[in-house]
């Protein structure tokens, strides 16, 4: 699985979370729990078991969002494809244990006519959405 590097949004971001892997990958895999430490995220409900093909229903930002898990490697990937309003997103986050914690990678891609629309606003909107993202997750798992 990889995202739209052709979409109208992209974009990679990374980061050193010092905690243990299990504890990070925990965070991001226990989707019903997102709204509880995730500002932008009011609702989130997984519709099964978490597992490849399983779809989960939630709201950020404002738009109801609709992702169906599309790969899971536990304990190192989870990537995901989405669907809201006028918008068709393609999401990964890959987690490797290193010395002093977590190196996590999350990238994400954003196509439809909504995308088009907001890089014409903000053309970094993205890059500044994945690294809140992985801020709010290091601030969440660390405790800070």
Request: charged fraction near 20%.
């Amino acid at each position: 699985m990889e995202i739209d590097r052709n979409a109208p949004l992209n974009a990679r971001k990374d980061i050193l979370i010092l905690a243990p892997l299990e504890e990070v990958w925990s965070a991001i895999t226990t989707i019903d729990q997102w709204s509880a430490w995730q500002s932008d995220v009011t609702s989130s409900r997984l519709d099964g078991e978490l597992a490849a093909g399983t779809t989960f229903h939630w709201k950020a930002k404002g738009l109801n969002i609709v992702s169906t898990i599309q790969v899971l490697e536990p304990m190192h990937r989870i990537g995901w494809t989405g669907k809201s309003l006028g918008m068709k997103a393609i999401h990964i986050w890959t987690f490797d244990a290193v010395e002093d914690g977590t190196h996590v990678t999350t990238e994400e891609s954003l196509s439809g006519w909504f995308p088009r629309v907001l890089k014409l606003s903000d053309s970094h909107f993205l890059e500044k959405s994945l690294l809140n993202s992985l801020q709010v997750l290091k601030a969440h798992v660390e405790g800070t």
